[in-house]
């Protein structure tokens, strides 16, 4: 079966075809922001956390590190750019062993006359290798319309390793069929993350191969803290063109589900982002 696994990653990786392309969008980084609240405040830094279900546009292996149901909708905003998104989705780690994330992501951007609507299909698959080493793969289709066009299928691939109680590290590569499309980029990730009691902490690495020059670098670096129901969040980040940026968030829980809200301030721009997700699961 573990066999199995390792070929099917591989394989999975490599039969991915990408039809065509009509144009490009101006920049990838649409397709490398659709977080939601809770990690838009924590800096964006989420790979290797596997609490949320950003880990099928993430690392898919981080999905088995914890059994669990999830249904999410996030909708998020950067107010000063023009630029939106919604996101929907399912994920499954706790009926079988093999955890299973389906996901669609509509994104806008673009001013009047110059509107571009994106539509992002992502399948995600799991599961664990051996008690504390997880595998993972995921399927994205992605089709644009207006002034910009685009009708492409890629996938990931990533793997989780738990060191410790609490400790993971994990590395995935993304976009691992080259479309020749800068919104769909390969890049890759190196990513750690620390839980323990009401702490978290996040770190995530990533290398931008969309040159023949040395790779363009980006981090992601944030923490919570659970005070009773709600939890309190901060981060950092710095994207591959060099923008910084700040971000803070909170979130109330419930029984079966919680609500999460947050910031991001562009530092080096004018970018100002709101996020909220409603979630349900156990």
């Not at 290797?48 to 279900?53: D, P, Q, R, S, V």
């Not at 099928?56 to 950067?78: C, F, H, I, K």
Request: include cysteine; glycine fraction near 12%; hydrophobic fraction near 45%.
């Amino acid at each position: 079966m573990r066999r199995q696994l390792l070929l099917l990653v591989c394989a999975s990786a490599c039969v991915l075809a990408a039809p065509s392309f009509a144009q490009s969008f101006p920049a990838p980084e649409p397709m490398r922001d659709l977080l939601s609240a809770r990690s838009m405040a924590m800096g964006g830094a989420f790979r290797a956390l596997g609490l949320g279900l950003e880990s099928a546009v993430g690392n898919p292996a981080a999905m088995s590190l914890y059994q669990r149901y999830d249904v999410e909708l996030t909708g998020a905003w950067n107010i000063a750019d023009n630029v939106a998104w919604l996101g929907a989705g399912v994920m499954d780690s706790s009926t079988t062993r093999l955890a299973v994330a389906a996901t669609y992501h509509l994104m806008a951007f673009g001013g009047i006359g110059d509107r571009t609507l994106g539509h992002l299909n992502t399948l995600a698959m799991s599961m664990p290798l051996l008690d504390n080493v997880f595998v993972g793969i995921a399927a994205h289709y992605l089709f644009a319309s207006g002034a910009l066009s685009a009708n492409a299928v890629t996938g990931d691939a990533g793997i989780i390793v738990r060191l410790l109680d609490g400790l993971t590290v994990g590395i995935s590569g993304n976009n691992l069929v080259d479309t020749s499309h800068a919104a769909l980029a390969m890049y890759g990730t190196a990513e750690a993350a620390y839980s323990m009691g009401n702490l978290s902490l996040a770190l995530d690495v990533r290398g931008d191969y969309r040159s023949n020059t040395s790779p363009l670098v980006g981090v992601n670096a944030g923490g919570e803290y659970i005070i009773g129901q709600f939890p309190v969040r901060a981060g950092w980040a710095l994207d591959e063109r060099g923008y910084q940026f700040i971000s803070a968030g909170v979130g109330y829980m419930f029984e079966g589900g919680g609500l999460d809200l947050a910031y991001r301030h562009e530092i080096t721009g004018i970018g100002q982002t709101v996020a909220v997700t409603i979630k349900l699961g156990n």
